[in-house]
């Protein structure tokens, strides 16, 4: 079996200190890690099935596999595409799927009380970024006339929802519902979607334990739809809007039935969107298995973002298995732009991260943010400390055996010392989202007070 057993030797560990090019604080960090792991990698289980939805940030499975990662560690993966969401989630817990490509708030949720209740952890983070909210040809040509434009005429981007909130009163001056899908109750999109509109006073409703729905008191009237189907719900008119993952908002370009108004870049920078989870009982079972399949997957997210790379990896995930889309539509957003309104085709570098930034780590303070949102919209019914959010986001994501994997990529010479972030698991507090707020992962009862629309905690 191609690497069953991994050596380090001590020649990897002196190579470690070369590789830190003087950062003479991260050396040891670095050297304590791989050593933990011991001098053999064994794998305990070494056949092992993955799952997966049809969008782009699902690359980094796709290219470990390709590209011969997964077997580099010793490891026969198979890759399956799922239905949707909730399918995925029960694969999981169930035990049919080892791991899988989720969304970041699955594990959350399953974990703080909200859906099907599990214990899933995540020690890998699968890109930033990658979503755009588009609505119909009709109600973005009411939305126009009052969006601002430059000296060419072309919209000025970021793009709020205020230039909605005309669209919306019309409606409800028709007895017409305005209605929006996102892709799951805990993901990214739905919490995305929400601050956007949000942020421009537009209620986009709360969770009760009445109304699981979460359309309490709302303007807009919010609803699931799986990321493939959406731009064929939209183009029925069953739905004014969307946000979801690429390739589904280009497709409505593409298709002449929708504009992009805004990306999730632009609702809050660099924001982190999939993980890769599995059981908590998988770690503990399998725990040289679980650091190797994250081994793998950081090459991945550094090959993807290796210059050169993303054209080819275009092509693989056209490819049927995969997501299934055309190249031109992957490329549009894989490759550094992004299509609005046809024919306006913009620069957007940072659209699709799976490795700078520190994009695979698997930041505590992420965890905090989704769960704040949770509790912003009623998903966690009741007040909770600050405590609460740290001990719960350290249940659920964890650093430490992304930090072992990343240890022997170190040791091998796969990964730069410098690619291993000091930092105690927070990022640094932000105000880089569409209304300017401030984001701190240590304040989590702050941020959730700080909103004029959610619930409010002592």
Known sequence: MKNKFLKITALAFASILVSCGGKKKEAPAVEKEAAS?????????????FGFIKLTDMAPLAIAKEKGFFEDEGLFVSVEAQSNWKNILDRVIDGQLDGSHMLAGQPIAAQAGFGRQAELVTPYSM?????????????????????????????????????????????????????????????????????????????????TKANIQGQVDADVLLSVTPPPQMPATLEAGTIFGYCVGEPWNQQAVFKGIGVPVTTNYDIWKNNPEKVFVLTKEFTEKYPNTTVAITKALIRAGKWLDTPGNRQEAVEI??????????????????????????????????????????????????????????????QIPDAKSADWYASKAKEIYKPEIWKKAAALLVAEGKIPATDIPATDGYKPATTEFIDGNKFDGKDPIGYINSFQIGNKDK
């Open 37 to 49: 792991v011991g001098q053999a990698l064994e794998i305990e289980k070494p056949q092992l099935k």
């Open 127 to 207: 890109d930033l970024n990658g979503n755009g909210i588009t609505v119909s040809n009709d109600v973005w040509a009411k939305m126009k006339p009052n969006v601002k434009k430059d000296a060419n005429g072309k919209p000025i981007h970021p793009i709020s929802a205020e230039p909605l909130k005309p669209v919306i009163a019309e409606y409800k001056k028709e007895g017409k519902a305005f209605k929006m899908g996102m892709v799951f109750p805990v993901s990214t999109h739905n919490y995305e979607i929400r601050y956007w509109l949000a942020a421009a006073g537009i209620n986009p409703g709360m969770y």
């Open 317 to 378: 995930l056209s490819r049927s298995e995969y997501v299934g889309a055309p190249v031109n539509v992957l490329a549009n957003s894989m490759t550094g732009t992004f299509e609005f309104e046809k024919g306006d085709k913009r620069s957007m570098p940072d659209f699709n991260v799976f490795y700078r930034y520190n994009a695979t780590y698997p930041f505590y303070s992420d965890a905090v943010w989704f769960l704040t949102q949770m509790r912003r919209w009623g």
